[in-house]
T-cell receptor, first 116, second 111 residues
Framework: DVKVTQSSRYLVKRTGEKVFLECVQD?????MFWYRQDPGLGLRLIYF???????EKGDIPEGYSVSREKKERFSLILESASTNQTSMYLC???????????????FGDGTRLSIL | AQSVSQHNHHVILSEAASLELGCNYS??????LFWYVQYPGQHLQLLLK??????LVKGIKGFEAEFIKSKFSFNLRKPSVQWSDTAEYFC?????????FGAGTTVTVRA
């Protein structure tokens, strides 16, 4: 069974801090994703990566960056945290299958981040 | 950009009632369609998916969904809900690498 592990379930940080959210998957998936989940807005894609050292902006990349140095790990970075970045952050991974394209995404448990 | 609309924000129903959740998307090309469910305190899980073939898709826990290409719709159904179906349900559409989600529908099933 696929396991997507996010480093923290709950995190509290202060405005202006640099924040790192870590995600690790154990199924050798090519694709990895970071979303934020807010009530009434569903999930919004921040960044995704389809290979090591590759990254693509999602729908709301402002204020965030990412790093993918190893296939199994995808980090989300808040360069200078602000209160409007208080949210639930979800990491996901998926397999790319030649001939069938991208397979369903598997999600981690989420990190509830509060910026004070 | 892809847009996904879920018709209901919150649905409340009694056990054994039938459930139908609406989902419409905007993209006119080839898409893959999904319904995900998030039970209280748990991570998002795949309920069912449509890639190609039979437009009526059966998923886990008695759920099914029908893809109607002409209406850009992918509605989720369950004939008889249980209390344990209380959860948030998300429709999602995949084009290229990106998965676009609807805002979600909270379903509350009363015992």
């Amino acid at each position: 069974d696929v396991k997507v592990t996010q480093s923290s379930r709950y995190l509290v940080k202060r405005t202006g801090e640099k924040v790192f959210l870590e995600c690790v998957q154990d199924m050798d998936h090519e694709n990895m994703f970071w979303y934020r989940q807010d009530p009434g807005l569903g999930l919004r894609l921040i960044y995704f990566s389809y290979d090591v050292k590759m990254k693509e902006k999602g729908d709301i990349p402002e204020g965030y960056s990412v790093s993918r140095e190893k296939k199994e790990r995808f980090s989300l970075i808040l360069e200078s945290a602000s209160t409007n970045q208080t949210s639930m952050y979800l990491c996901a991974s998926s397999l790319f299958h030649r001939g069938m394209g991208n397979q369903p995404q598997h999600f981690g448990d989420g990190t509830r981040l509060s910026i004070l | 950009a892809q847009s996904v609309s879920q018709h209901n924000h919150h649905v409340i129903l009694s056990e054994a009632a039938s459930l139908e959740l609406g989902c419409n998307y905007s993209y006119g090309g080839t898409v893959n369609l999904f319904w995900y469910v998030q039970y209280p305190g748990q991570h998002l899980q795949l309920l069912l998916k449509y890639f190609s073939g039979d437009p009526l898709v059966k998923g886990i826990k008695g759920f099914e969904a029908e893809f109607i290409k002409s209406k850009f719709s992918f509605n989720l159904r369950k004939p008889s809900v249980q209390w344990s179906d209380t959860a948030e349900y998300f429709c999602a559409v995949n084009s290229d690498y990106k998965l676009s989600f609807g805002a979600g529908t909270t379903v509350t099933v009363r015992a």
